[in-house]
């Protein structure tokens, strides 16, 4: 026959905030130990996905992590990925160079009118 396991908390639903795992303790006694809800890692705004170098934390657990460990040291560090930033910087600079060449066309037709 099991042995019995009493819940330790009050709440005795089978909810996602009332995790719990049946541990043997040294006294080889089954107990609840109730786990947390486990943290999901901050998303790349534009592609989606997980930020690689920021670990996966519970909100609340952000505020007391130091700064360094929230971001990676890069143009938009803790919000975009790698692979994002590069293509806003490629397509930054193209978008300038078909300015520039725009403003080449415009001055060629303009010296040849004349």
């Not at 790349?44 to 990676?72: E, F, H, N």
């Amino acid at each position: 026959m099991a042995q019995r396991v009493t819940l330790r908390k009050r709440n005795p639903y089978n909810t996602k905030s009332n995790l719990r795992r049946v541990v043997k303790t040294p006294g080889g006694k089954l107990v609840y130990h109730h786990l947390k809800k486990r943290g999901t890692a901050p998303k790349c705004g534009d592609c989606g996905i997980a930020l690689p170098g920021v670990p996966a934390l519970r909100p609340r657990a952000y505020a007391t992590i130091s700064k360094r460990q929230k971001s990676v040291q890069r143009a938009y560090g803790g919000s975009r990925c790698g692979d994002c930033v590069k293509l806003r910087i490629l397509r930054a600079f193209l978008v300038e160079e078909a300015k520039i060449v725009k403003k080449v066309i415009k001055q060629q037709a303009s010296s040849s009118r004349k």
